[in-house]
């Protein structure tokens, strides 16, 4: 099956897109595991497919794939990218849309600066639908909040992270400095902890000031990114509750800056302000035997 696509990226976060408005494409887990190789495929951190409204009031559905194949809830870079895409496409002339995901609605909108402003949605605390299960573990209370302890496979003392979701599943780390965190080490033993039953995105969070942060993040099912537009908003909403930033804060990572804005009242949503660049557009075969 020949396709075509889209190469964008979004702070260095780089996404297939595919444009599936006239008609499901029908792609296997391998074939969108092969499209996000680096070495046989394209290469991308994630797959994001354009389909068409699936409700009124809706005008498009944003579904994503992990470089693993698997499909998740929600990708905050490529929510910036999403728009970006439909407007160059000729698919939509609005400098706003509303788009349905796994998780929820967003709204990503144009800013005059040319950067994409994002309503995430507000963060979800209850544990059952991060999902986390705490059996048997105490938190530790933090600020006004608490962090929990994660004993990892081949470690005696804990690390804390505190817990949360932004539509997917995060655990933050504060960390003195995140250039020497163990991202690669101890972000894959996060991702797959028997707490986190779906996995989840582990965020390295080093506090430069209340209204600045480094990040690194070790994303689910496909490993360090240049940057995570959730875990930027997750990192931010969990330094807010933890009484160590303020209430808009800039994102430093690999891949460029993110502004994050969010009021700290538990329902208010996250506001994500950053960059979608396209990169180029071509097409490949998709083999059907893999």
């Known amino acids: 099956m020949r396709i075509r696509f889209t190469k964008m990226q979004g702070a260095g976060n780089d996404f297939v897109m595919l444009d599936e408005t006239k008609g499901l494409l ?10 996000a190789d680096r070495h046989f495929g394209v290469g991308a951190d994630q797959i994001l497919s354009v389909r068409p409204s699936p409700a009124p009031g809706i005008d498009f559905e944003y579904v994503i794939h992990n470089a693993d194949g698997g499909e998740v809830e929600q990708c905050g870079n ?27 609605i967003i709204e990503p909108r144009m800013e005059a600066d040319g950067r994409v402003r994002v309503n995430m949605g507000a963060p979800v605390f209850d544990l059952s639908r991060v999902p986390f299960d705490a059996t048997g573990a105490l938190p530790v209370a933090y600020g006004a909040w608490g962090m929990w302890p994660l004993v990892l496979e081949g470690t005696s003392a804990p690390v804390m992270v505190a817990v949360l979701s932004m539509g997917n599943p995060h655990a933050v780390q504060v960390v003195n400095d995140a250039e020497a965190a163990p991202v690669l080490e101890t972000g894959p033993l996060i991702e797959n902890h028997v707490r986190f039953p779906k996995r989840v995105n582990a965020g390295f969070m080093q506090v430069v000031s209340r209204n600045q942060i480094k990040l690194r993040v070790y994303e689910r099912g ?13 990192a931010v909403v969990a330094g807010i509750r933890l009484g160590l930033l303020g209430n808009r804060v800039d994102v ?11 009021s700290g009242g538990l329902n208010a ?22």
């Open 222 to 234: 496909a490993g360090e990114t240049l940057a995570c537009g959730t875990g930027a908003c997750a």
């Open 252 to 262: 430093e990572t690999h891949g460029g800056q993110l502004t994050i804005e969010w």
């Open 78 to 104: 490529g929510s910036r990218c999403f728009l970006q895409f439909v407007r160059e496409q000729g698919l939509t002339a609005k400098d706003s849309v509303v788009v349905k995901t796994l998780s929820g």
């Open 269 to 290: 949503p996250v506001m994500m302000t950053g960059p979608a660049t396209t990169v180029f557009e071509s097409e490949i075969t998709v083999p059907d035997d893999i």
């Open 26 to 35: 029908g792609l296997t887990t391998a074939q969108y595991r092969f499209l």
